[in-house]
């Protein structure tokens, strides 16, 4: 069945709730580890259905936002997901208050209890209209940049279409697009403080009433980590300060050389070469046709996966008007079937989102086995695991998609997951303090992240740009609006992979087992539990970063780019 034939029903809250708060009642009255095993069953069942209809409604409501049915199944989930949670909560307490606990954790691992702990720390009946609110709110987000018809060159595009010109050899051209892009941003930046303003208010309050100090300690708990809190995360961001951010200055100094210029600018910035950035060399169809390729070549199991995600129609890759931006990678497991969504715009972002989304969708295909809801994916620091590798497993590959500039593809690329990590880590910091002083104006907002840009990215000249120069950069970053704090699992992640990139290259075949064998164990163990399974090094421990770059930093510099 092909995902234009998925059906469709809205769930019947009430009988929903009904039936589960059935099951809940034969749970908690079980004589035996074996009866609630029964009900669980039925239980998952039913989670099952619900969470599938809602991944099937956001897809079809991301693919186009303005399809009036799907924009009020999106509006129905934003109501509704809370009164679901609420029951998820109420199951994972009378599984942690179980008198069969300790054979149920003997069967079923101890991370069902980790989450289920930190789960039931996250809700309360008295925060469901706000957590509707919040739910709301980061939707407007989406419809808002969703929104977006840029007149440039004749053209109306949207926010992907526009990226393109943002890349072209011509620099009056590439300061035109990014300023049209930006005159975006300013133009609601009202409504963009608006939103985000309620949106820190309305999770500090919810914070308050479940008895936090404030919405850092609510979201870590909600990004379930368990093995590490928010002081491990101040160190990472040290080392990173220390290690990482002189091996970007020195690749935008190169890049500045490279380039030609007296200083680099915003409009430089994704532009690596005088003579263009890297391109696929062609549409979207034939990138299929090689992603297959590569596939089938690399093992069976990618092989059976990626002839799955083609013949059943579990991508939609192209941008278009009306289609929300950005990409993600969706579950529906009524019919155990991944879905890859993307804004293809002829850039070299359009291999690396290709097989990011792969990689996420492969873990989901491989952990597919797992009887326990919460194992069909780990927590999301995790999953870019999955993602960020893909990348780089699939760099012999690379000569399918960019033929005569593949040397040139994986320089940018590399370059490109270094400057990435000092961003993603100034992000999280931006973060922290958004939540940790949720009394600041959108002014102190924009100043403090200004503050952040000049320690993390000291290298770019934002000129006469006045939304940049006031801190509006973030406005873009649609993590902020709708997922707090996911941002940092990034660059964890990222160092996670970049040392598959080092194993990849001495001993590929070994590489490849690691990482299969994280992709079946799901979301079955913790972050760093699954960080062992691979065999990598944790990014929490002193001496990861500083030889990891150090590896990365000779490559660089070995690459012959003055020939590009």
């Given at each position: 069945?092909?995902?234009?034939?998925?059906?469709?029903?809205?769930?019947?809250?009430?009988?929903?709730?009904?039936?589960?708060?059935?099951?809940?009642?034969?749970?908690?009255?079980?004589?035996?580890?074996?009866?609630?095993?029964?009900?669980?069953?039925?239980?998952?069942?039913?989670?099952?259905?619900?969470?599938?209809?809602?991944?099937?409604?956001?897809?079809?409501?991301?693919?186009?936002?303005?399809?009036?049915?799907?924009?009020?199944?999106?509006?129905?989930?934003?109501?509704?997901?809370?009164?679901?949670?609420?029951?998820?909560?109420?199951?994972?307490?009378?599984?942690?208050?179980?008198?069969?606990?300790?054979?149920?954790?003997?069967?079923?691992?101890?991370?069902?209890?980790?989450?289920?702990?930190?789960?039931?720390?996250?809700?309360?009946?008295?925060?469901?209209?706000?957590?509707?609110?919040?739910?709301?709110?980061?939707?407007?987000?989406?419809?808002?940049?969703?929104?977006?018809?840029?007149?440039?060159?004749?053209?109306?595009?949207?926010?992907?279409?526009?990226?393109?010109?943002?890349?072209?050899?011509?620099?009056?051209?590439?300061?035109?697009a990014e300023d049209a892009k930006y005159a975006f941003f300013a133009q609601h930046e009202a409504k963009l403080d608006e939103i985000y303003?309620?949106?820190?208010?309305?999770?500090?309050?919810?914070?308050?009433?479940?008895?936090?100090?404030?919405?850092?300690?609510?979201?870590?708990?909600?990004?379930?980590?368990?093995?590490?809190?928010?002081?491990?995360?101040?160190?990472?961001?040290?080392?990173?300060?220390?290690?990482?951010?002189?091996?970007?200055?020195?690749?935008?100094?190169?890049?500045?050389?490279?380039?030609?210029?007296?200083?680099?600018?915003?409009?430089?910035?994704?532009?690596?070469?005088?003579?263009?950035?890297?391109?696929?060399?062609?549409?979207?169809?034939?990138?299929?046709?090689?992603?297959?390729?590569?596939?089938?070549?690399?093992?069976?199991?990618?092989?059976?996966?990626?002839?799955?995600?083609?013949?059943?129609?579990?991508?939609?890759?192209?941008?278009?008007?009306?289609?929300?931006?950005?990409?993600?990678?969706?579950?529906?497991?009524?019919?155990?079937?991944?879905?890859?969504?993307?804004?293809?715009?002829?850039?070299?972002?359009?291999?690396?989102?290709?097989?990011?989304?792969?990689?996420?969708?492969?873990?989901?295909?491989?952990?597919?086995?797992?009887?326990?809801?919460?194992?069909?994916?780990?927590?999301?620091?995790?999953?870019?695991?999955?993602?960020?590798?893909?990348?780089?497993?699939?760099?012999?590959?690379?000569?399918?998609?960019?033929?005569?500039?593949?040397?040139?593809?994986?320089?940018?690329?590399?370059?490109?997951?270094?400057?990435?990590?000092?961003?993603?880590?100034?992000?999280?910091?931006?973060?922290?303090?958004?939540?940790?002083?949720?009394?600041?104006?959108?002014?102190?907002?924009?100043?403090?992240?200004?503050?952040l840009e000049r320690i993390y990215r000291p290298d770019l000249a934002l000129e006469e740009n006045d939304l940049l120069n006031r801190g509006?950069?973030?406005?873009?970053?649609?993590?902020?609006?709708?997922?707090?704090?996911?941002?940092?699992?990034?660059?964890?992640?990222?160092?996670?992979?970049?040392?598959?990139?080092?194993?990849?290259?001495?001993?590929?075949?070994?590489?490849?087992?690691?990482?299969?064998?994280?992709?079946?164990?799901?979301?079955?163990?913790?972050?760093?539990?699954?960080?062992?399974?691979?065999?990598?090094?944790?990014?929490?421990?002193?001496?990861?970063?500083?030889?990891?770059?150090a590896v990365i930093g000779e490559w660089l510099e070995q690459a012959d780019i003055s020939r590009y």
């Open positions: 069945m092909r995902f234009e034939q998925f059906e469709y029903v809205r769930p019947d809250m009430l009988r929903l709730q009904a039936e589960m708060e059935e099951l809940l009642q034969a749970f908690t009255q079980a004589d035996s580890p074996d009866e609630q095993e029964g009900v669980l069953s039925e239980l998952n069942r039913l989670r099952s259905v619900f969470e599938s209809m809602a991944a099937i409604a956001r897809i079809r409501h991301t693919v186009d936002t303005t399809d009036s049915f799907y924009k009020a199944e999106q509006d129905f989930f934003d109501q509704n997901t809370p009164v679901y949670q609420g029951l998820i909560s109420r199951y994972y307490e009378a599984l942690m208050t179980s008198p069969f606990r300790a054979v149920l954790g003997e069967k079923w691992g101890k991370q069902l209890f980790r989450i289920a702990e930190l789960t039931v720390k996250t809700i309360s009946p008295e925060v469901m209209d706000e957590l509707r609110l919040e739910n709301k709110l980061a939707s407007d987000y989406v419809k808002l940049t969703a929104s977006a018809k840029i007149a440039f060159d004749g053209a109306e595009l949207n926010l992907a279409q526009l990226t393109p010109h943002t890349l072209s050899t011509d620099r009056a051209t590439r300061k035109r303003d309620q949106l820190v208010k309305v999770r500090t309050s919810i914070a308050h009433k479940l008895g936090y100090s404030n919405f850092v300690e609510l979201g870590y708990a909600r990004m379930k980590r368990s093995d590490y809190d928010a002081a491990k995360v101040a160190v990472f961001r040290e080392q990173v300060r220390t290690h990482l951010v002189p091996l970007a200055s020195r690749i935008r100094r190169q890049q500045t050389l490279l380039l030609g210029v007296e200083q680099l600018t915003y409009y430089d910035a994704k532009y690596r070469f005088p003579s263009g950035n890297p391109t696929p060399k062609g549409d979207a169809n034939w990138i299929i046709a090689n992603g297959k390729r590569m596939y089938a070549e690399l093992s069976p199991e990618t092989d059976a996966f990626f002839r799955m995600m083609t013949e059943q129609g579990l991508m939609d890759l192209v941008s278009k008007a009306g289609k929300a931006v950005g990409g993600y990678c969706s579950y529906i497991k009524t019919h155990n079937a991944p879905f890859i969504f993307s804004n293809f715009n002829g850039t070299y972002g359009d291999i690396d989102v290709l097989t990011h989304e792969a990689g996420h969708a492969f873990q989901k295909y491989m952990s597919r086995h797992h009887v326990v809801p919460e194992y069909l994916h780990p927590t999301l620091e995790a999953c870019e695991i999955h993602s960020m590798s893909m990348e780089f497993i699939a760099w012999p590959w690379m000569e399918l998609f960019f033929q005569e500039e593949t040397e040139k593809y994986k320089y940018a690329h590399l370059s490109d997951a270094i400057l990435f990590i000092p961003y993603g880590t100034a992000v999280d910091e931006f973060q922290h303090f958004v939540y940790e002083h949720p009394e600041a104006t959108p002014n102190e907002r924009k100043a403090k992240w200004r503050e509006g950069y973030w406005f873009q970053q649609r993590h902020i609006f709708r997922t707090p704090f996911y941002y940092i699992d990034y660059t964890l992640a990222q160092i996670c992979a970049l040392q598959f990139w080092v194993r990849s290259r001495t001993d590929a075949g070994q590489a490849w087992e690691d990482y299969l064998r994280l992709c079946k164990e799901g979301g079955s163990k913790s972050f760093t539990e699954l960080v062992e399974v691979a065999r990598l090094s944790s990014p929490f421990t002193e001496g990861t970063i500083a030889p990891l770059m």
